[in-house]
T-cell receptor, first 112, second 112 residues
Framework: DQQVKQNSPSLSVQEGRISILNCDYTNSMFDYFLWYKKYPAEGPTFLISISSIKDKNEDGRFTVFLNKSAKHLSLHIVPSQPGDSAVYFCAAYGAGSYQLTFGKGTKLSVIP | DAMVIQNPRYQVTQFGKPVTLSCSQTLNHNVMYWYQQKSSQAPKLLFHYYDKDFNNEADTPDNFQSRRPNTSFCFLDIRSPGLGDAAMYLC???????????FGPGTRLTVT
């Protein structure tokens, strides 16, 4: 039973354009959402997060949007750069929980 | 730089031969986690420590054990590795439950 779903296994975007990575969740107890970026042969790196009390959080080129009613979040990367090519994981915590539930990831390829 | 270090990066073991993976952290975080990740799958939590308190996930096989002798170090012992245990093993830390988790580079385990 996948509680965090990333329905697009892969995405290709031209350099300089916007990358939009999507994530859906089913557990209404989730209240803190995180995005991780993973290069091959490396561990995931924390990228950006958002609390359920917000609907947007921005950090440089990265913006995460949260739509609680739709149980949907998205990560926007503008402008996309070749170095952004990686697998992106969406993850979520339930309130007071130690367990971080991950999606299966979306592989982003930014084409020069 | 504060970080999470895993050794070795690559480990080859024979079917049934015990193996130990190690993790150390300089972040002084309270919580340490071990995950198993197989190709194209989400990381799967095996267990975690809050300080010295050990917490085992219900579906973690008995074949997997862990030790945390002090705040900085954590070990994953696989008593009798099977072919199905070949995976990337990720160590992560967080300051507290519900905080961002910081991952090490992982150990790629091959079972022959």
């Amino acid at each position: 039973d996948q509680q965090v779903k990333q329905n697009s296994p892969s995405l290709s975007v031209q350099e300089g354009r916007i990358s939009i990575l999507n994530c859906d969740y089913t557990n209404s107890m989730f209240d803190y959402f995180l995005w991780y970026k993973k290069y091959p042969a490396e561990g995931p790196t924390f990228l950006i997060s958002i609390s359920s009390i917000k609907d947007k959080n921005e950090d440089g080129r990265f913006t995460v949007f949260l739509n609680k009613s739709a149980k949907h979040l998205s990560l926007h990367i503008v402008p996309s750069q070749p170095g952004d090519s990686a697998v992106y994981f969406c993850a979520a915590y339930g309130a007071g929980s130690y367990q971080l539930t991950f999606g299966k990831g979306t592989k982003l390829s930014v084409i020069p | 730089d504060a970080m999470v270090i895993q050794n070795p990066r690559y480990q080859v073991t024979q079917f049934g031969k015990p193996v130990t993976l190690s993790c150390s952290q300089t972040l002084n975080h309270n919580v340490m986690y071990w995950y198993q990740q197989k190709s194209s799958q989400a990381p799967k939590l095996l267990f975690h420590y809050y300080d010295k308190d050990f917490n085992n996930e219900a579906d973690t096989p008995d074949n997997f054990q862990s030790r945390r002798p002090n705040t900085s170090f954590c070990f994953l012992d696989i008593r009798s590795p099977g072919l199905g245990d070949a995976a990337m093993y990720l160590c992560a830390t967080s300051r507290d439950w519900g905080d961002e988790q910081y991952f090490g580079p992982g150990t790629r385990l091959t079972v022959t």
